[in-house]
């Protein structure tokens, strides 16, 4: 397999951005995700890459819960702030505030949407494991103008030269 062409092609599939954030034993963990996608209407079921042995995989494992909270344009500070481990201070998240959602998961006060899920399958491949989960609260910080997915953050704001994939 030519090794350019593979990373070119995996990058030409478009990425939101959000942060990821659940609560386990161990406390607060987040991180910035862009491998989400919704897989079933009917139950209400979304698909999240979540990096093997990181604090947010621990955390979404250890309570079977987790919240994504959605980006929005202009965000791209809390996308970087994410990219790292987090420090909790209290009530913030890495500089974000946030609060305790209804799964305990922390919902980041600033982002326009999230959602609330249970995970109801957890497949551990490769160095991202892919977690199936049933949203089972969502909210609306405030109403949004336009196409819902034109408010969202995308990997494309974050630069010129920041990529994931490939």
């Known amino acids: 397999m030519d090794a350019a062409a593979k990373k ?83 009530d913030k998240i890495s500089g974000e505030p946030f609060r305790t959602g209804t799964t305990g998961a922390p919902i980041l006060a600033n982002a326009p949407a999230s959602v609330e899920c249970k995970v109801v399958d957890l497949i551990e491949k490769g160095d991202h494991h892919i977690v199936i989960a049933e949203v089972i609260n969502a909210e609306v910080a405030k109403p949004i103008e336009g196409r819902a997915d034109d408010a969202s953050l995308h990997m494309r704001d974050l630069g010129d030269t920041v990529f994931y994939g490939g």
């Open 8 to 90: 070119t092609a995996l990058r030409m599939i478009p990425y939101g951005i959000y942060v990821l954030t659940a609560k386990g034993s161990e406390g607060v963990a987040a991180a910035t995700v862009n491998w989400v996608t919704q897989t079933s209407f009917e139950p209400p079921l979304i698909v999240v890459g979540i990096k093997a042995g990181s604090g947010a995989h621990a955390a979404v494992k250890d309570s079977g819960h987790f919240a994504l909270n959605v980006l929005g344009k202009g965000q791209q500070g809390a996308a970087f702030a994410f990219f790292k481990p987090v420090k909790v201070e209290g």
